[in-house]
């Protein structure tokens, strides 16, 4: 009999949630890369061997980690620091501070600049964004 698909994705999804902070931590904070964090998963928390995509999908989809924004963030962003551009305002993206080079070479880069008037940060749900 083939197992049932929503009680082992439920369970497959469990792991990942109960160890969301240890996760957050290495992925976020700490800015390892993906490939670290799954190595270091399986040697120290006793995670399945797993191909690194689906690392890739569960940090995405399950945890909603992501250390990049989108293009239309930068947008939303861009708009909302619009009259403060001269005094170069603090940006954070998951509690860690984005530089202020950084970030404006990736609002250039989006088109940012360019993007419709309006657009609030209500309107894009952007993760970890303060």
Not at 77 to 92: A, R
Request: net charge positive; glycine share 4%.
């Amino acid at each position: 009999m083939p197992p049932i698909r929503g009680s082992s994705q439920h369970y497959n999804n469990r792991i990942w949630e109960q160890n969301e902070s240890t996760i957050r931590h290495l992925y976020e904070t700490k800015r390892k890369t993906l490939k670290q964090v799954k190595e270091i998963m399986e040697t120290d928390h006793g995670f399945p061997d797993q191909p690194l995509s689906t690392y890739e999908r569960k940090l995405r989809d399950v945890l909603r980690l992501r250390k990049k924004l989108k293009k239309a963030d930068w947008a939303v962003i861009y708009q909302h620091c619009q009259d403060h551009l001269d005094k170069k305002p603090e940006i954070y993206l998951h509690g860690t501070r984005i530089p202020w080079e950084k970030a404006w070479k990736e609002m250039r880069r989006s088109g940012a600049r360019e993007a419709p008037r309006g657009l609030i940060l209500e309107q894009i749900k952007i993760p970890g964004f303060h």
